[in-house]
């Protein structure tokens, strides 16, 4: 769910509402398929066990994934200045995220649950700033509030959660599956601006 949202300008051109209407619903499917991933090999899994390989791979994956994208957004969307630094200091997060899961997953699903929460809010935290700062300037900032808070408090939640024994990844699960909602508004907010330029 963690992203530096960009949503661009009236001045943008079509093709890059285009992009990143694309790459917005392509994070919605591949939030949706690790969910199914995750859920049907790892639900069994609490706090205190080691994670299989499947659900360590996913896990890994996840913050890689969320740099993968950010950098491809950046690429379509015409960012510079604050927002470009925003931009980098998390993907410089997710990488650090990703580096801190490899060695969490050598260890417990609550290793796993503080690195991913510690993670989530940082990053949310960066995605609200940038969307309050943008949501008089450029506007349609809501889903990005919205989605940037709500990771926030998802992720001081599995930090707190990582200290229980009957803590699982079902927690996040539900956070990837929220975020893919967001994506989703998201990519139909982009439609619906790329329309009324078109008029």
Do not use: H
Not at 33 to 40: F, I, K, Q
Not at 70 to 87: H, P
């Amino acid at each position: 769910m963690t992203q530096t949202a960009v949503t661009p300008s009236t001045t943008t051109p079509s093709p890059t509402l285009s992009g990143l209407r694309s790459l917005y619903l392509i994070r919605v499917a591949f939030s949706l398929v690790w969910v199914a991933l995750l859920a049907t090999t790892s639900a069994s899994l609490v706090s205190p066990d080691k994670p299989t390989a499947i659900a360590a791979v996913l896990l890994v994956v996840y913050p890689l994934w969320d740099v993968v994208a950010t950098v491809l957004e950046r690429r379509m969307a015409a960012t510079a200045g604050s927002t470009d630094r925003v931009g980098t200091i998390n993907m410089a997060l997710g990488l650090a995220a990703g580096a801190g899961m490899i060695i969490a997953v050598f260890s417990t699903i609550g290793t796993a649950l503080l690195v991913f929460g510690v993670w989530a809010l940082l990053s949310g935290a960066i995605q609200l700033v940038v969307a309050i700062r943008r949501r008089r300037t450029v506007g349609a900032q809501w889903p990005m509030v919205i989605s940037g808070g709500l990771s926030v408090l998802a992720g001081a939640s599995f930090a707190a959660m990582s200290v229980s024994d009957t803590s699982s990844l079902s927690s996040i699960t539900g956070y990837s599956a929220f975020g893919a909602f967001w994506f989703l508004v998201s990519a139909i907010t982009l439609s619906i601006r790329a329309r009324r330029e078109a008029r």
